[in-house]
Each structure stands twice: as C-alpha cells, then as structure tokens.
C-alpha cells in the first residue's frame, strides 16, 4: 500500500484585496491526497483556484481553514530542506545565466556543491545537449521550459509542482513537451501535482485527475486514469482516452 | 576599393556630425559678420589655436576636474547603492528615508554648494563631496528600482526554494538591478563633470572651473572658450563610454 | 479601527522620518553644532517669513520663475520640434542625437557667456535654462515617438498612410505620456539652468540672492534661498505629476 505524500485536508483559502471590503475565497473545503510516486494533475478553468492550492504547497501562501502537511511536515519545512522542485509558467529562468547555470541554480542557493555530472545528466535528459551555453533569450519557448523542468528536478526533489508549465506554448510544441515529459517522469516517478487547464494533457501525464469549479474552488469529480505506464503516445488515438477526455470536458462544462 | 571605403567612412561621419559642423559653421559665421573683438567673442580657429599653443594649462586642470569628478562619482554610487541595498533589506528604513530623499532632491544642487562650502571649507575635498551629493541620487533611486524589477515569477521560484535573504540579494536582486545602475551612471557621470566645474568656479580652487572663471574675469576670452570646449568634449567622451557600458551591461543582463 | 485613520504603514514611517530630519536639523542649528554656517530650522523660517522681507523674495521668486519658465517652453518647443522632425525624417536620427547630446555637454556655466553674446542679459537664465530642458524633451519625446509597436506602424503602411499622417494619427498620440514624463523632468534643470544664468548679470532672481548672500556671508540669507529654490521645484513636481497621471490615463 503507497504511502501518502501529500495531505490537503479541508483547506480553505481566502484573500482581502485592497478596496474591496470582502474578503474573495479562492478556494473552500479542499481534501485531497497525493500517494508517493502519483502524478495527480488538477484541472479547471481559469480562476478555480488551482494554482491557489499548488502555492498552499509550496508554501508561498499559507490556509486560512485547514492543513497541508508534506510527507508529515508543513510546507515550510520541506522547502528549507530544499525537497521541493517547481517549474511555473513564467518559466522564471535569470536572463544572466546560461542554460547550465540555471539548472544548477538550486544546488547553489542550497548550498550543495555543484555535481557537474549531474548537472550534464539532467542537460541530456531534457534533451538540451549542446545548448549549456546558451542564454534564455537565445531559446525558443520550448527549450525555456525544458530548463525549467532541468532545474526542477535537480536537488532530486521529493516532490514536483507544476503549474501550466507548457501554457505559453503553442499546440504544437506543447503536445511534444507532454510526451517528453512522461518520459521523463517514468524515469523518476517523483510524486508530482500538475496544475493544467488543458484536458488531454492531464489525462496523458496523470495517475489521478481532480476537477475543480470556479471560484470558490471546489472538487466537483475525481477521475482515475486507467493507462499503464510507460505511456505511448499511441494512447491518445484511442477510445478509451477520448472518452475519458469527453468525460471531464463536460465535467468543465458544467462548471461554468 | 579603398576609395568607396573612404567615401563611406566620410558619410557617415557627416551622418553623425552635421549638427556640430553646422554649430561651427555659424559660430565662424557669427564672428565675421559682426566683426568682433577676440575678448568679446572669438573665433572657432581663434579658440583652438589657444588649445594647441598652450596644452599643459589645459591638461593639468582637466585633470583636476576630471579627478575630483571621477572620485565623487564612484563615492556617490557606491553610497546610493549601500543605500538601496539597505532598504531593501529593511522596508522600515526604506518607508523612513525615501519622503527625505525625495525632498532633498528636489533641493537644487547648485544652491547648495555654497552653503556646504561654507561648513566644510573652500578646498578639493569639499568639492569631491558634492560631487558624491549629487550623484548619489540617481544611483539611489535606479538601484533601489532595479532591485525590485526581478523577471517575473524568480521571486516565487527563490522561496520556493528556500534561499536565504542574502542569497536573493546577491542572486537575484543585484544583478537584476545591474542594468539600471548603468544608466544611474550614465546619469551620473554627466551631472558629476558638470558639478565639478560648477563647484570650482564658485569656490576659486583650480580645475577647469576656476580657470574658466579666472579667464572670464581677465578677459582672455579665447581660453575661457578653450576650457569650454575641453569641458565639453570630457563630457562627451564620459557620455559616449557610459552609453556604451550601459549597453554592454543590458545585453549582459537581460 | 486604527488600521482606518493609518491606512498605510509607509505613510508613517514616511511622516516619522521627514519629522525626524527636521528636529535633527532644528537641534543641529540651535546648538552650532555644525558651526555658523547652519542655523537652525526656526531661525531660518523667520528670515524667510518676515514681512518686510516679503518684497525682497516675491521679487526673486517672480525674476527666477519667469526665466525658467521661458526657458523651459523654449526648450521644450525646440526639443518637440526637432524629435517630430526626426520621426518624419528618419536619416536626421543619428545626427540629431549626436547634436542633442553635445549641446547638452556643454558645462552650464560655460553657456552663460555664450548666451549674454547672443541674447542680452535679462534673457540669459532663460537661454541656460532652455539646454537642459530642450535635451530631456527631447530624449523623452523620442522615446515616445518610437514606442508604437511594429503592428500598428503596418497597419499604417498597409493602409498607404504618409510618414507625416502617420506621425499625427499614431506616433504622436503614443508619445504622450512620454512627453508629459519628459516635461516634469525638466522642470528642475530649468530652475538650475535660471539660477545659474543669473550670475552672469541678471538684475535679480534667485541666483543672484545666493551669490549675494555667499560673498556677503549671509548665512540666513543663504538658507532662505536655498529654501525657495526648492519650494519652487517641489510645487511643480506636484503639479506636473498630476498631469501626468491624467495623460496616462487618457492615452493608454
């Protein structure tokens, strides 16, 4: 039986905005469980909150109701410990370091000596070989984010977030990123939680998909993804994953 | 071949030039037509004899000026800089020192010169400090918004990962900052020369300030016009060098 | 409740430290703790205030703030002139800032004398003033015109509109604030560039109540001018930023 990761337990978050008076709940009542090695993606409109919970992990925010505790500890202490790997839209790479040196970032900011080796490794895994001297600005969008997803992984972390990391993407590139980075997460398996607005992506990449409605968010449906992994891209043609995508389509729809 | 390259090499110095050429040209002009006494108003050819005859004069006040300037600047910077870094630090000190800045800013700077020469005296040293008063300005201003202008989303992603406060300032904020430090010090190098002189002339030491007031008030107008040109061109050259750093440093670091 | 009549803690702290500089200022000048040469906070303010003085001052303050005023629309409308000029005329670029700067490096005092050749006496701090002015506008103006993006300026040429239309209709609106920002930066340089000309010969204003004051060793005097310059700066400053935010707000 798989150990729980992550522990959301009826969380609520609410923030004052300046000028208004009351308060706007971004997210209510959440409960949710992340078991070791689940990739569990979230899924909503915009304004559901779903990046509201991935900084309640994070600890960039903490709950105005409720718990989140991280493999037993809270959020902040995972971070001090340097266990967590992020890769944001804003793919949030220094404009003055090279694609090298921002995948190494974490290690320095942990105060961890730099394992060239496995800086190298994470360069050819994300499949950027080549490209260590470069700087962000000479990138495409595509490449940005595998240095993002690089430097997300490299203090081997216990647990990965990532929110709509391909968003700025077109449909094209984005598409190509998702089957890399299934690739790359079976070579891990790292407990992760996607934040997507983007069905067929959480239904290729995740173990486990929570449905959220606008704002207030709330779990309106959880769905199990069937497919064994490795994941072909093949799966995406098949029925059973179209259904699967109609399903939680109209599950959005009736968000609205 | 080394024809057309001349050619180019000439147009484009016109390109650039002609709004000097014309200057001289009117200035030669001007003169002419009025027919006017060297002391009154002299000639273009008349002011650069007075350079070429006489070098070590002009040399060794600019390189009073231009000492006094260069000192006063770093001194200005490097203490607008401390200061930014320290209110970033702080909110507390940064709520309480930025209403006093803004105000004494707004002091202009050449009215205090002579009250600060009045409390620390007429000499080199107080000259070098007004020089470091009125660069520190901008490079408080610019580096104090630099640090604040991270590329989006880097705030979250280092506290995410659990960098300490002295981290983000040495790996985010202040090479974020760097390139609007280059154009404080663009700034700043203008404001510097010209506070250099300002200050000399009021306060009769030496540098091309005082030469320049010395020479006014002996009518030996052409060299007062001499130092002008030499002032001029020192401030030209800073300009042109701290552009080009300026754009060096945004290409660096963004 | 508190958190009502204090909304805002920089607005405390900012109060807290403004206050603070002139109590240090005040103790300062009382006990000469800087020498002569700093008088204290009140001893100033009395100077400046006393009635008979009224004249003295208005006088000054009128000299001054007429000159940079004059200098700052001179400058300002050269300085609109020759950026307009360039976005029509796109080859004069390179040149023109070449131009600017240089005339900008001209060390203001060297500027004096030039000026009282060329214009007369009473009209030199203008002519000072206008340089410095001119070369901010210009700067800014420039910055203003060329912010239009790529996509509207084809649209423009799609729709066969000349480079002067095009100026009217898309970069001259785009440049706005930019302009407004230029201005209020100005201002300052316009005062410096007033105070500074008056030494040269002007009859009275500002510049020449410090120069007076300076050769003449009176402290309060000194202080008092000093105090008026930078009322002077301050009320612009407030002035033009309000004008400012209501360019922003209409044109973007």
Redesign the interface.
Known sequence: MSKVSILIENVTKSFSIKGNKEEVVAVEGITLSVMQSEFVALLGPSGCGKSTILRLISSLETPTEGTVNINGQLPRSMVSKHSLGVAFQDHALLPWLSVWDNIALPLDLANRPIDTNLVNSLVDLVGLRGFEKARPKQLSGGMRQRVSIARALILSPEVLLLDEPFGALDAVTRRLMNIELQRIWTLQQITTVLVTHSVEEAVFLADRIFVLSVRPGKIIREVLIPFDRPRDQLIMRSDEFHHIVDELTEALDSTE | MENKIHKNRIISFINLNWGIILILILWEFWVVVNDFNPIVMPSPEGVLLDLIQNPIIYIENSAVTFSIAVVGLFGGMLIGTTLAIMTWFSPLLSGLINPTAVLLSSVPVVSLIPIIARILGYNMATEIILVVIITFFPSFVFTTAGLRALPPGSQDLFTSLGASRISTLKKLALPAAFPNLAIALRLAAAHAILAAMIAEFLMGTNGLGYLFAVTKQEFLTERAFGTSVIATVISVIAFLASSHFENNVKKRFT | MLSQIFPN??F???????T??FIFWQIIGHFQL??L??PSLTDVLNFLFDPERHALFIRAIGATFQSAVMGFLAGALVGIFLASSVQILP?LK???D?????I???????LG?IFL?LIDREATPAGVASIHVFFIVYVSMSSGLSSASREHEDLFTIFGASRIKQFWSLNLPYSAPAIVSGLRLSW?AA??GA??GEWFGAARG?GIL?IN??QNFQ?NL??S??LL??MM??LF?GLMTFFERLTYQRFR
């Open positions: 803690k920089n405390i702290y900012g109060i807290l430290g403004l603070s500089f800087a020498g040469s700093l080859i390179n040149g023109s070449r131009f600017a700067a240089v900008n490096s001209v060390p203001s005092i060297a004398p050749i300052p005062l410096i105070i500074i500002i410090i004051a300076m402290i000194l202080w001018a000093v310059a930078a700066s301050l400053f």
